[in-house]
């Protein structure tokens, strides 16, 4: 390792000489202006080969207007010039003769559309689906059905997506890093789910599926990053949002919102709230069978889940414009959930011969009070030639109490008593991370060299207390079971990577180091139940990615990289946890890391794109149910050696007509499982069809509708076999008040068809599984804009860079 970083910062020392300064190629260069010689930042300029009009590159003009093509081979071009409010610019010839070193186009003066800028409002509509070379992005504001949702529903509906118990997976593959605004929300399961939920769609301007990330991002998720985009304004000025939106479906649920921004030349205040309230009702039958000694016991269990969402989160912060290059910011964010969580079961307990032997009544009744808070500074620099700056330091603190009581009443079938008996659980977590990053990015070998380094401390604690009562005896402390479990883990890291551009190719290459060193520690009341891990291992990801550009209509694209999932700290933690007296949940402390390799290859003609990919991953992480003593069982995690899978997906976008627009997407999928899971041989295999369909109308005086529909097939999930399912949501939308109010009218899973069935039938485990959630609903959504509404000279926000993703999962 240390051979490793002495290679590395070698190699940044060289980046940051002169010694690659030297080049035998041309630099373009030139500045866009208005009539008045002022410059216009956000510009779109493109070069153009003079022979087929094909395009070279395409950039923005920088925050004083300026922009500059480098590394341009000699030939003939010509510049292409587009602003909002401004007539678009064609330039004459360029001819680049050999050993031309610099070529200026000077002042590219921009003529307005007969309307001053200031008075200019963005009217433009982005496609619902973007697809890229490295990621697939999802518009979420040109979206009506996204209205009333949350962002963990968005995310289910999202192509290549799936969301299974707050778990997300993205093309088949669990180890997804979910991001917002660019960077990690630290959190994973029912915690993440739990953040996802408060966050409005009216917040949201989009959502990125990054399915191979450069060595730039963390090496954790093997299916990727997915990253959230909230909504920014770069208005000069005052101007803000307010949105309010009711669902109707069991019980009624209430969620608002209010963006504020304030923008001036030089810096930029925000701030955001958003507040829901609302019951979400969840209805599940468990059918289970146990092999105890020979002796087959089946448990036939039907439940009801009520989660009462009572979120607070909120956003705010500042940037600093130091100059034309430079940017300072602070930013605050954070979440409260206090919403209580309550659950009524019956379960008929049936003896080896199907008689009805006794019946388990219980509740779970649960009050939680979780509290998240990061901090951030970042500073970003950037130049005209071609040098940026990134660094990021961030604290983030989360705090999760939980208390649960759960009475256990034990009747024969006749209704008469058997036992009671009350378990009551305390349990507390506490986890600190902090973090800091540089990224730097220059011109170097005619291309671009970029490198970084990134630094994680993260420290864990958790305490949990277990009273147990039986029938009205007063509640005692069961020392066995009450411990504390603590985990310190720091992640260190460095990448380099390279990016050129040919005529037709564009490559890049990458290699990231991280070290991990990690040490968790149970203790009880009992000090021989005392456990330690300690590890430390030091790995290298390569990454790679080379585009083809065939002709005007189509390219050909291959990427490679080389991921990590380690343990969520949940799945570390060891406890036991009762969901009832015969169901429990548990970590396991010497849980690996799963590794994965991922391949996909990318054809694009006109508006259709097809993605093809294989990905390798060894030891994946699954949840298996293990039986314990009696009839009890046990919900953990273990590793599975290997996990195999190929994927095949076609998506496009196109206008049927002028006022009607469509996107498909359509996938085929095999996931593999293989190797020894329970002292068993696990070999098996799903083959997996999406399909996801989305249209939108345009209709007069000011109206639009859009009818989505999804089909999600038959999966996969370790020795978990998932049925298949399907939903439509129709929407309506109206502007109002000189379009700065919109009043939106929503019918989710118009069929109620969304349910989820489960089944595992693996080493002597037997159990299917039904839920349904409130997932036909009758939304009202009214939102409404006020203070400056449109485009001026505003300089270009920066927001700060990536840092790594950290693994949290909700004590549930």
């Known amino acids: 390792m240390r051979k490793l970083l002495v290679i590395i910062f070698f190699l940044l020392f060289l980046a940051t000489s002169n010694i690659f300064a030297q080049s035998s190629s041309t630099i373009i260069s030139g500045k866009i202006v208005d009539e008045e010689n002022k410059p216009i930042p956000g510009s779109s300029v493109t070069l153009l080969n003079l022979k087929d009009s094909v395009v070279v590159k395409i950039i923005p003009s920088d925050n004083n207007g300026q922009f500059s093509f480098d590394f341009i081979k000699n030939g003939g071009y010509f510049l292409k010039v587009s602003s909002l409010g401004f007539n678009s610019y064609r330039s004459e010839i360029i001819i680049i003769p050999v050993g ?15 309307q001053d800028l200031a008075a200019v409002e963005i009217k433009a509509i982005k496609p619902l689906v973007e697809v890229r070379a490295d990621r697939m992005i999802l518009n979420v504001s040109s979206s009506i059905n996204a209205v009333g949702s949350n962002a963990l529903e968005l995310l289910g509906k999202s192509p290549m997506v799936r969301v299974d118990n707050s778990r997300i997976s993205v093309n088949g593959k669990n180890g997804v890093s979910v991001y917002i605004d660019g960077k990690p929300t630290n959190l994973g399961g029912s915690d993440l789910a739990s953040v996802l939920t408060g966050i409005q769609s009216s917040s949201i301007d989009a959502i990125e599926i990054i399915t191979n990330p450069s060595a730039k991002y963390p090496a954790a998720g093997n299916a990727g990053i997915i990253n959230i985009r909230l909504k920014k304004d770069k208005s000069l000025g005052f101007n803000g949002n307010v949105s309010f939106t009711s669902s109707f479906a069991h019980t009624p649920k209430y969620d608002g919102s209010i963006n504020l921004n304030y923008r001036d030349k030089k810096y930029n205040v925000f701030g955001s709230y958003g507040y829901q309230y609302g019951k979400n009702r969840t209805l599940s039958d468990f059918f289970r069978e146990v092999n105890n000694n020979n002796v087959i016991t089946t448990l036939d269990q039907s439940a009801i889940y009520t989660r009462t969402n009572d979120n607070h989160n909120y956003r705010g912060g500042i940037d600093l414009f130091l100059s034309g290059k430079s940017t300072l910011g602070f930013l605050i964010n954070g979440g409260l959930q206090n919403g209580p969580f309550t659950s009524q079961s019956s379960t008929n307990i049936y ?69 009671k008996n009350n378990i009551r659980t305390s349990a507390s977590t506490d986890i600190d991370i902090k973090s800091i990053k540089a990224d730097y990015e220059q011109k170097a070998l005619s291309g671009k060299l970029s490198f970084g380094l990134n630094y994680n401390d993260v420290s864990t604690r958790n305490s949990f207390q277990y009273f147990n009562a039986k029938n009205s005896n007063p509640e005692v402390l069961d020392p066995a ?20 551009d040919f005529k037709k190719i564009n490559f890049q290459i990458g290699l990231r180091a991280e070290q991990t060193a990690a040490n968790g520690g149970l203790t009880t009341i009992m000090a021989s139940n005392y456990r330690n891990v300690d590890t430390s291992y030091t790995n290298l990801f390569p990454n790679g990615s080379i585009n083809l550009v065939i002709n005007k209509y189509s390219s050909l694209g291959f990427s490679y990289s080389r991921r990590i999932d380690r343990p969520s700290y949940e799945d570390l933690n060891p406890f036991i946890t009762p969901l009832d007296e015969l169901t429990f949940s548990q970590g396991n402390s010497f849980l690996k890391p799963q590794y994965t390799d991922n391949y996909q290859f990318t054809y694009k003609y006109k508006i259709i794109t097809a993605i093809a990919g294989y990905s390798h991953v060894k030891d994946y992480f699954t949840q298996v149910l293990d039986t314990l ?27 049927i007509t002028k006022w009607w627009s469509n996107y498909s997407f359509l996938s085929i999928s095999n996931t593999r499982f293989a190797g020894n899971l329970n002292k068993a041989i696990l070999d098996i295999d799903q083959t997996k069809l999406f399909i996801y369909n989305d249209n939108t109308f345009v209709l007069p005086k000011s109206w639009s509708t859009q009818l989505t529909t999804y089909y999600n097939g038959p999966s996969l999930n370790g020795a978990t076999r998932y049925g298949g399912m399907w939903t439509l949501d129709y929407g309506i939308q109206k502007k109002l008040f000189n379009d700065n109010a919109i009043f939106k009218l929503l019918v989710t899973d118009v069929f109620n068809t969304l349910r989820t069935n489960g089944l595992i039938n693996f080493s002597g485990t037997y159990l299917r599984s039904h839920f349904q959630t409130e997932s036909r609903q009758l939304r009202l959504s009214f939102t409404y804009r006020f203070g400056e509404k449109t485009v001026k000279q505003a300089r270009k926000r920066t927001t700060s860079a990536e840092s790594e993703s950290k693994r949290l999962k909700g004590q549930n």
């Open 100 to 114: 031309q070193e610099r070529f200026d186009a000077g002042n590219i003066k921009l003529k307005s559309k007969g």
């Open 351 to 419: 003896t080896g011969t199907n008689v009805l032997d006794s019946i388990l009544n219980s509740s779970n009744n649960q009050t939680k009070n979780l509290r998240r808070i990061n901090y951030n500074g970042n500073y970003q620099y950037q130049d005209a030639e071609g040098r940026s700056l990134g660094i990021d330091a961030d604290y983030t603190s989360f705090k999760n109490d939980l208390n649960a009581l759960l009475p256990n009443e034990f009747v024969r079938p006749d209704n008469s008593l058997i036992r």
């Open 481 to 500: 079971q009450t411990r504390d479990f603590s985990y310190k883990e720091k992640v260190s890291a460095a990448y380099l990577s390279y990016n050129r």
């Open 629 to 655: 003593a009696g009839n009890k069982s046990i919900q953990t995690v273990k590793n599975i050696p290997v996990q195999n899978v190929f994927n095949l997906g076609v998506t496009a976008q196109f206008s």
